[in-house]
Each structure stands twice: as C-alpha cells, then as structure tokens.
C-alpha cells in the first residue's frame, strides 16, 4: 500500500460508492471531502476502469449523473480493505506486546489511512485512542493532519464537508 497520498481518498471513494452513495454530491457529504476532491478522485477511478458514470434523465428532465462500481473496482476495494485489515491487526498485535517503538512507526505510517479505516469500519475509534493511551502517544500526532478541521462526519449525512469532528478525547485515561 505505498502507493500515492492520494491513494487514501481514492480508496475512500471507491467505499462511499460500494456502500451506494452514487454521486459526487452524495460523496462529499459521507466522506468530508471537498468537491473538488471528489471530482478529482472520481476522474481517476474511472480512469483506472474502477468505476463508471452514467448519466440519466432525471425529475422534468433534469440530468442526473450516477457512479456504479465496476467488477475491477469491487476486486481492487476488497483488496484494500484486506490490506488495511492486515495492517490494523498488526497495530493491534504491537500495542497488547507493549512494542512502543515498532508500533509508533506503524501508526505514523497509516496516519494518512486512519479515516478510511475507520470509515470503512475497519478499525475502532475508542480501541485506537485507547491503544494511543496505553502506548503513551499524544493522539493528535497519529491523526491526519486535516482531522477536525471542518464539520464532517465519518459515516453519517449529516457532515457538511471539510473534515471530521474527532470529539474529545484528550483525557482518555483506561
């Protein structure tokens, strides 16, 4: 998974359309990424034959473009998700061993995939700030760097963009 920085929203995307947010409007909204960001994601997927666009007649003829996962991008997704499996247990695996220093590298290594893991329900947000905790980490050097930035929302409709609302968990103490 040493692919491009960009690699994480794309895989994001590709999820946000499995799960049947099919479009652009739609993606931005579940993921809390700009427009922008999408649009450019988008272009890319359907480039790599992961996905593809289809534009309908909509209500009084409006049209309406729709995105639909292909055969390629199902195989390529649940890849991922494998991988990232694989690469969370390891983390997992680290912090019950009490390995500080091999999983500090891991956890700054996945840093920019810790909101498609837990978009993608992979991981869980109070077992990772937990693990921070017992490994004596400061949480906001294992978040991405946009987290809590905007008014976003891993998983629900309601987020308006931007990025994600983290909470509150700077005095985790277990």
Do not use: C
């Not at 729709?66 to 195989?75: D, F, K, P, Q, V």
């Not at 498609?116 to 991405?144: E, H, K, R, S």
Request: a negative charge; aromatic letters at 8%.
């Amino acid at each position: 998974m040493s692919g491009s920085e960009d690699e994480p929203k794309d895989v994001m995307v590709l999820n946000a359309i499995a799960k049947g947010y099919n479009t652009e409007e739609k993606i931005a909204k579940v993921t809390g990424l700009s427009a922008f960001d999408v649009a450019m994601v988008v272009e890319r997927l359907i480039l790599r034959g992961l996905i593809i666009k289809r534009e309908k007649k909509g209500f009084l003829g409006k049209r309406k473009v729709e995105l639909t996962i292909t055969e390629r991008g199902t195989r390529e997704l649940q890849e991922r998700r494998f991988e990232l499996e694989q690469r969370w247990q390891r983390m997992v695996m680290l912090a019950e061993q009490g390995k500080r220093q091999e999983f500090e590298r891991e956890a700054l290594s996945m840093r920019s995939w810790i909101p498609i893991m837990l978009f993608m329900g992979i991981m869980d947000m109070m077992m990772w700030m937990t693990m921070l905790n017992m490994m004596n980490l400061a949480v906001q050097d294992y978040m991405p760097e946009h987290a809590g930035a905007g008014g976003g929302d891993m998983g629900g409709e309601a987020g308006d963009g931007g990025g994600w609302d983290w909470g509150d968990f700077g005095d985790v103490n277990i």
